[in-house]
């Protein structure tokens, strides 16, 4: 079973290393001309990986680009990714394409180990929120790979059972109030979430705040906005019509749905995979999350191509990407192992062929990512921390603690 870890991050159909940001800017209007040994390129591409359906595709995509281009590209299934990553860049020695975690591009960019290729690429249709997530001190990064969103997963049977119907879909926060409740009947909770900021920060962007502004350069923890939503979640948390998975005995809210342990659970597509294999008799309806004070929010999650800066092929691994994130390609990744399309096309297309996932799709317009600033790691790791204790810890001291931390991060850029 494929679980968040203590940063919150779901490793599931997105890849194993699946992780988004939000960053600011626009794109920079200088970039360095791509390095290009002579002869056939060699490129190395280190993954990681959601199992074998997604270490086929991505091996099949590198060699319909081998045979097209005359180079090859040889394909690396890494144990431990960022600690693979980290060796190649201390070592002078690293990949050439690599699947990048969005929260690490900040500490990758600042050590200059990315090659800013974006500009080369911008013209691809990526989605603003997946151009905004790669953004790094004013430069497209890298080439969003494609993104899962977090919506909100319905046991129909348990619907059923307390007298709901389509119409009480929540559509806001008092909504969600209502059908947790009704939902929440012994040993069945209404809603399960994760405790970490990538399931309680949708409440924080529902009510119109984040931990950093959008250009990434002031951290905005301790705003009013944020209070409200913290402060919704703790609501639903002291009625009891919400918990926290480990409450419940559920490593993720997945598998207190799949338990019959949660009638709703805040979880991202990955879910469709992980109740067909575990949990085939559960019957589900995906819906977006309640809009809040604020309007929408959720929160997205991502890879890119990650091209390393001292690649001696960047020119052909610029165009290995291109092959990789074309919608055509994508459509072909997203029915292989269940990723959704990075661009606004191949999100269009896959809303059609996928609709019973189309609150997910549509979390693509408006979701935002964790932050992808240098450092900030132990920030959020220690976010968590307080998050645990939610149901009776003020709300605003744990975001001053936030606010504290992420300055001090913040001064180290």
């Not at 989605?127 to 129909?156: E, R």
């Not at 890119?304 to 690649?311: L, N, R």
């Not at 990723?339 to 549509?362: I, N, R």
Request: aromatic share 8%; glycine share 12%; proline share 3%.
């Amino acid at each position: 079973m494929r679980r968040t870890t203590t940063m919150g991050l779901v490793l599931v159909t997105t890849s194993a290393l699946a992780l988004s940001a939000c960053g600011g800017g626009g794109f920079d209007s200088k970039s360095s001309s791509p390095q290009q040994s002579s002869g056939p390129a060699k490129l190395q591409i280190l993954i990681g990986t959601s199992g074998d359906a997604e270490t086929a595709a991505v091996k099949a995509a590198a060699d319909a680009w081998s045979k097209k281009s005359g180079n090859t590209a040889e394909v690396v299934v890494a144990s431990d990714l960022n600690q693979q990553l980290g060796q190649g860049f201390a070592g002078g020695t690293p990949p050439d394409v690599f699947y990048a975690d969005a929260a690490r591009i900040g500490d990758f960019a600042k050590a200059g180990n990315l090659y800013a290729y974006g500009d080369q690429v911008k013209d691809a249709g990526y989605l603003d929120s997946l151009v905004q997530t790669y953004t790094y001190d004013g430069k497209l990064q890298c080439a969003p790979k494609d993104f899962s969103t977090l919506a909100l997963v319905i046991n129909t049977d348990l619907w059923t059972k307390a007298g709901l119907t389509d119409a009480d879909v929540p559509k806001d926060w008092a909504g969600l109030e209502t059908v947790a409740k009704k939902l929440t009947s012994g040993k069945v909770t209404g809603l399960v979430v994760g405790g970490e900021w990538a399931r309680l920060g949708v409440f924080m962007r529902q009510a119109g705040g984040w931990v950093v502004s959008k250009d990434g350069k002031t951290v905005t923890a301790d705003s009013a906005e944020n209070v409200a939503g913290l402060t919704e979640a703790q609501k639903l948390l002291k009625a009891g019509s919400m918990k926290y998975a480990k409450q419940v005995d559920a490593g993720w809210g997945g598998e207190a749905l799949g338990k019959g342990k949660a009638a709703m659970t805040i979880e991202g597509n990955w879910i469709r995979g992980a109740l067909k294999n575990d949990f085939p008799n559960i019957k589900t309806k995906v819906v977006e999350l309640p809009a809040g004070p604020a309007g929408k929010g959720t929160l997205l999650f991502s890879n890119c191509w990650g091209i390393a800066a001292k690649s001696k092929n960047q020119a052909a691994a610029v165009d290995l990407v291109k092959s990789l994130t074309s919608t055509e390609q994508q459509m072909t990744f997203a029915k292989a192992f269940g990723v959704m399309p990075s661009t606004t096309e191949g999100a269009k297309q896959y809303a059609a062929e996928f609709p019973d996932d189309a609150a997910f799709t549509a979390g693509g317009e408006y979701g935002t990512g964790p932050v992808n600033l240098a450092g900030f790691d132990p920030v959020m790791s220690a976010f968590n921390t307080d998050l645990e204790q939610l149901a009776s810890k003020d709300p605003k001291s744990i975001l001053a603690t936030l606010q504290k931390n992420g300055d001090s991060a913040l001064k180290g850029q």
